[in-house]
């Protein structure tokens, strides 16, 4: 596709339980980043995948988040047992690499979501 | 550890008043720098960067900003606004070096009225 797409826009869901964020990069980009938008908190980083390497979760704040990158494509973030200080929006980006460094990150639309 | 700061919550003008955002980072070694706008209802998108060169960068819709390494700054700059600029904007920094992840500020909402 011409942009980085993410699924669904929103999500309302009851405490405790899961949800699945998903995130179909641009085509070709061999880098993808998850960070999440609070209110009032700014840009937060969560985890990258760049190519076959191991990702970088560093930023995560808890077990019960988790990403996934499968074929090196699209990328999946489970948030287990959510609890309420999750609700945010959740943003992918993609970025593609150029002989010694990473270009700019291609943002989506993000996923809304709300923990009642 | 990284940290961008964005002193500017929310920035009020009217059209063809000039804008400068503060950005201030916090990391020692070499950065690039970028200013991001995300327009109401609209998704992330960049405005300009710094990776190299000259320190006075030029992006889309008018606007720059300058690096000042001694400042440790990266201050957005347009001289004259549009209603159109009514947008939030997110300076971020990386490590020019290995680390990818953006370490974005806070952001500076600007309200321009016309």
């Known amino acids: 596709g011409a942009g980085v797409s993410q699924s669904p826009s929103n999500k309302v869901t009851e405490k405790g339980k899961d949800v699945e964020l998903r995130c179909d990069p641009i085509?070709?980009?061999?880098?993808l980043y998850w960070y999440r938008q609070s209110l009032g908190q700014g840009l937060e980083f969560l985890i990258y995948f760049q190519g076959n390497s191991a990702p970088d979760k560093s930023g995560l704040p808890s077990d019960r988040f988790s990403a996934e990158r499968t074929g090196g494509s699209v990328s999946t973030l489970t948030i287990q047992r959510t609890q309420q200080e999750d609700s945010a929006v959740y943003l992918c980006a993609s970025s593609s690499r150029t002989a010694s460094s990473y270009n700019e990150q291609f943002f989506g639309p993000g996923t809304r979501l709300t923990v009642l | 550890a990284q940290s961008v700061s964005q002193h500017n919550h929310h920035v009020i003008l009217s059209e063809a008043a000039s804008l400068e955002l503060g950005c201030n980072y916090s990391y020692g070694g070499t950065v690039n720098l970028f200013w991001y706008v995300q327009y109401p209802g609209q998704h992330l998108q960049l405005l300009l960067k710094y990776f190299s060169g000259d320190p006075l960068v030029k992006g889309i819709k008018g606007f720059e900003a300058e690096f000042i390494k001694s400042k440790f700054s990266f201050n957005l700059r347009k001289p004259s606004v549009q209603w159109s600029d009514t947008a939030e904007y997110f300076c971020?920094?990386?490590?020019?070096?290995?680390?990818?992840?953006?370490?974005f500020g806070t952001g500076t909402r600007l309200t321009i009225i016309p």
């Open positions: 971020a920094v990386k490590s020019a070096f290995g680390n990818e992840k953006l370490t």
């Open positions: 085509s070709g980009h061999t880098a």
